[in-house]
């Protein structure tokens, strides 16, 4: 069973830049299509980002299109988001996930029940 922990998270100023990772464990995910999502206070949990399982395909919410940028490694089993010109409506806790599938299409695949593993967030605060 593939366990995901995300970290990184922390507190930053609006305009700063956060890196956060997310680590598989318990079997591989160099196989799987991997997301990004987050839940602001009050909110569902909304979409972020995915890449497809050999990192060569990526779709980005509007809200976060131009400032962050989703990568993975497969040899270190980790996905990572890199998140720039922060804002304070960012903040939120936000979550890995990995689905049985090696690909992603545009507008598809946008849903939590489209993955299949979680991990259990990181927070992320942007002050103003």
């Known amino acids: 069973q593939v366990q995901l922990v995300e970290s990184g998270g922390g507190l930053v100023e609006a305009g700063g830049s956060l890196r956060l990772s997310c680590t598989a464990s318990?079997?591989?995910?160099?196989?799987?299509?991997m997301a990004w999502f987050r839940q602001c206070s009050g909110k569902e949990r909304e979409f972020v980002s995915t890449?497809?399982?050999?990192?060569?395909?990526?779709y980005y919410a509007d809200s976060v299109k131009g400032r962050f940028t989703i990568s993975r490694d497969n040899r270190k089993n980790s996905l990572y988001l890199q998140l720039s010109s922060l804002r304070p409506e960012d903040t939120g806790v936000y979550y890995c996930?990995?689905?049985?599938?090696?690909?992603?299409?545009?507008?598809?695949?946008?849903?939590?029940?489209?993955?299949?593993?979680w991990g259990q967030g990181t927070q992320v605060t942007v002050s103003s």
């Open positions: 890449i497809s399982a050999f990192g060569g395909t990526s």
């Open positions: 318990g079997g591989t995910v160099a196989g799987y299509a």
């Open positions: 996930a990995a689905a049985r599938r090696s690909y992603v299409r545009a507008n598809e695949f946008l849903q939590p029940n489209d993955y299949d593993f």
